[in-house]
């Protein structure tokens, strides 16, 4: 019995010894952190303090802000916390409350929730390469500093990235001649946002000539991301690794009624600009011509023209939907035979 007590108490001082030992390390780490990230001009916080003694690492960074060097964005919060059990400190939640400060150039904006809550797990190794990370965000609602009624709310917004094997992300080069593109990792994007309320001014744009309402039902993405390097805790201050391949399983959108998805796979040149075709489907696609007519974005007689062509096309299908391609090539995109002009170009690829 007496061996038994001293076992158990030579393990609950070891213990203790590595929870104030990781603690000390985790603390010194982020301090070291915060002096990089000020020296750098990327963040800074007023503090940082540790808790959660015996079974938790609790770390709290009080008023954190992060920023663009550049002056593009900056964010700021009154706190923000870390919690990681002490089994498993590469699993990480963290929690950010309301009043959250965003800013976008010379606009500021505050962001209130209910909830908002994230979990992230990076890989056992010193470059903390990113695995998984999930957020969850309650009723957010945001609106501009000087102002009262809100730019953007929501009932429930969630985000996920996942890290999945590389040749997920492989596609087919854009040239005949080209092979496989295969990225150096791949991960799986999600979200959806649940009632998403457009802003008063957008709404009373849209209600009289389009007919659609201020609230989009539902918003979702699933696809996989190529990028030339794996995510890491270099890449977080650096910037992201280039894209190389982009494929959507799902973008959809519901809205007064109306449907409207999207799939395809890109592949994106070493200058920034997607290649391939995006198909765009919909049973709601007269519903669709009535809104753009609304909008003033076509003219009457185009009216007609969509809608004959439209019948037409959609006619093999057993629900009526409309399929058109989304076609980018050369730096240029098209919707089916109609051009649209310049594609978008993403941030140069970062070797």
């Keep these: 019995m007496r061996k038994l007590i001293w076992l158990v108490v030579i393990a609950t001082l070891a213990y203790a010894g590595y929870w104030f030992f990781g603690a000390r390390k ?14 750098e001009g990327w963040g800074d916080a007023q503090s940082v303090s540790l808790a959660g003694f015996p079974s938790r690492f609790d770390l709290t960074f009080d008023k954190p802000e992060l920023r663009d060097r550049n002056g593009a964005w900056s964010w700021k919060a009154p706190f923000a916390q870390l919690f990681a059990l002490g089994y498993a400190p590469n699993e990480l939640i963290a ?3 309301s009043g959250q400060t965003i800013t976008l150039g010379d ?4 962001l209130d929730l209910a909830d908002m809550r994230a979990s992230t797990t990076v890989g056992y190794s010193t470059a903390l390469p990113l695995e998984e990370a999930i957020a969850v965000l ?13 730019t953007l709310a929501a009932d429930q917004i969630r985000l996920a990235i996942s890290r999945e094997d590389k040749a997920q992300g492989a596609l087919k080069g854009a040239a005949e001649a080209s092979g496989l593109v295969m990225p150096a990792a791949a991960y799986r994007l999600g979200a959806e946002a649940a009632n998403l309320t457009l802003p008063p ?5 849209l209600a009289p000539k389009a007919g659609l309402p201020a609230t989009v039902a539902r918003l979702h993405l699933d696809a996989i991301a190529g990028l030339r390097a794996p995510i890491t805790q270099a890449a977080a201050q650096e910037g992201l690794p280039g894209l190389m391949t982009f494929s959507v399983s799902d973008l959809s959108l519901s809205w007064g009624g109306n449907d409207l998805s999207a799939k395809g796979d890109l ?22 011509i009535d809104i753009a007519r609304g909008l003033g974005m076509i003219g009457k007689d185009e009216v007609k023209v969509l809608r004959t062509v439209g019948t037409m096309m959609a006619a093999n299908d057993p629900g009526n939907a409309l399929e058109v391609p989304m076609v980018f090539h ?7 035979p109609i051009p649209l002009g310049a594609a978008p170009q993403f941030l140069a690829q970062r070797q």
């Excluded at 050369?330 to 089916?336: A, D, V």
């Design 138 to 150: 309650s009723n957010p609602v945001l609106k501009p500093d000087t102002g009262t009624a809100p």
């Design 107 to 110: 606009r500021s904006y505050t």
């Design 26 to 39: 985790i603390e010194e780490g982020a301090q070291a952190m915060i002096v990089q990230a000020r020296s």
């Design 267 to 288: 592949t994106i040149d070493p200058s920034g600009y997607p290649e391939g075709t995006i198909m765009i489907r919909s049973a709601s696609w007269k519903n669709w």
């Design 330 to 336: 050369n730096g240029l995109m098209s919707l089916g």
């Design 95 to 97: 929690y950010l409350p």
């Design 201 to 205: 001014d957008l709404a009373k744009e």
